[in-house]
């Protein structure tokens, strides 16, 4: 995985169109968002449809950012939801800007 660069393959301006369906419009709907050591953890309320909507976006975001790896925690009893994208070093940067922390 150290040859996969840290970078999104989308152009500046499909990213600025597909926003709201990747990691930034996702951050944005997060009710927490706390930098870890290599990524970034994002806390969702247990709303309906959540786990639907992050397991799209990481659908997409495996395309265009190839070095990112995905864990969504889904607790019991309706508590809340998280997902944390981590990666090699220099991820933190990247998601930083992206989700403009």
């Known amino acids: 995985m150290s040859d996969i660069p840290i970078a999104c393959t989308l152009s500046p301006s499909e990213l600025r169109d597909a926003s ?8 944005r709907s997060a009710a927490k968002r706390e930098m870890l050591a290599d990524g970034i953890r994002l806390t969702f309320e ?9 397991a799209a976006v990481i659908d997409r975001e495996r395309e265009c950012c ?7 925690i889904v607790p019991p009893s309706m508590a809340l939801v998280h997902l944390e994208v981590t990666g090699p070093p220099g991820t933190v940067d990247f998601l930083r800007s992206l989700v403009n922390d």
Not at 20 to 27: E, H, K, S, V, W
Not at 46 to 54: A, F, L, Q
Not at 66 to 71: D, G, M, P, R, V
Request: charged share 15%; glycine share 8%.
């Open 66 to 72: 190839k070095f990112l790896q995905f864990a969504v």
């Open 20 to 27: 709201a369906m990747l990691l930034p419009g996702l951050a």
């Open 46 to 54: 247990p709303e309906r449809g959540v786990v639907t909507r992050i």
